[in-house]
């Protein structure tokens, strides 16, 4: 069985509904902030899908690039987490409100 392009993007469409799903959905930042790196993974495997499709290497570099700041994002938004969490002692989006007046 030869595995297609066509494979590769509905698994990853599938993997970015499942983020943007659990992105509107949860209230857990936690589960939020995993819900958008999935995103960005399905991403990642898009670029790659079609720069091995299309015989070039500039989608892998790419997604190199936002590995890193993915990367750099989780350090940082964990660490956001954790300080709001120490805090307000939750991390439920509904009940973080130190931003407002």
Same mark, same amino acid.
């Given at each position: 069985?030869?595995?297609?392009?066509? *494979? *590769? #993007?509905? #698994?990853?469409?599938?993997?970015? #509904?499942?983020?943007? @799903?659990?992105? &509107?959905?949860?209230?857990?930042?936690? !589960?939020?902030?995993?819900?958008?790196? /999935?995103? /960005?993974?399905? +991403?990642? /495997? @898009? $670029?790659? @899908?079609?720069?091995?499709? &299309?015989?070039?290497?500039?989608?892998? $570099?790419? !997604?190199?690039? !936002?590995?890193?700041?993915? +990367?750099?994002?989780? +350090?940082?938004?964990? +660490?956001?987490?954790?300080?709001?969490?120490?805090?307000? $002692? @939750? !991390?439920?989006?509904?009940?973080?409100?130190? &931003?407002?007046?």
């Amino acid at each position: 069985m030869i595995i297609t392009i066509e *494979y *590769y #993007l509905i #698994l990853s469409a599938f993997m970015f #509904l499942v983020g943007v @799903t659990g992105v &509107l959905i949860n209230r857990n930042a936690i !589960v939020v902030f995993m819900s958008i790196e /999935l995103m /960005l993974n399905s +991403a990642n /495997l @898009t $670029l790659v @899908t079609f720069s091995s499709f &299309l015989g070039n290497s500039i989608g892998q $570099l790419f !997604v190199f690039f !936002v590995m890193t700041v993915a +990367a750099a994002e989780a +350090a940082v938004g964990l +660490a956001i987490i954790i300080a709001i969490f120490r805090n307000k $002692l @939750t !991390v439920n989006i509904d009940e973080i409100n130190i &931003l407002k007046w």
